[in-house]
């Protein structure tokens, strides 16, 4: 069974920076397109961007140019570079598998990312 485990969130001014990991553990790991959600309390979780295993790359309307998404498939670690950061990018932010995919893994717990004005 794998494991997401979601790091690096915190409070920033607007205009700052935090980039973010998503570490998968497990046996026989291999994770396929991947992809950073965001939720904001109720309200559904929407997808922020997402890459598949090649480095393809699509983002959301909200984030493009400011975002950044990458992997390490050898550690199995998928992250998120956000810059400009916006009060309005206050949420809790997810790692899963992409939208359109076979399978999704468990959700983990998140991090919690806070912009201030």
């Known amino acids: 069974q794998v494991r997401l485990v979601e790091s690096g969130g915190g409070l920033v001014q607007a205009g700052g920076s935090l980039t973010l990991s998503c570490a998968a553990s497990?046996?026989?790991?291999?994770?396929?397109?991947m992809g950073w959600y965001r939720q904001v309390p109720g309200k559904q979780r929407d997808v922020v961007a997402t890459i598949t295993r090649g480095g393809v790359t699509t983002y959301a309307d909200s984030v493009k140019g400011r975002f950044t998404i990458s992997r390490d498939n050898a550690k199995n670690t998928v992250y998120l570079q956000m810059n400009i950061l916006k009060p309005e990018d206050t949420a809790v932010y997810y790692c899963n598998a992409a939208p359109g995919s076979s399978m999704y893994y468990n959700w983990g717990q998140g991090t919690q990312v806070t912009v201030s004005s």
């Open positions: 497990g046996s026989m790991v291999r994770l396929n397109a």
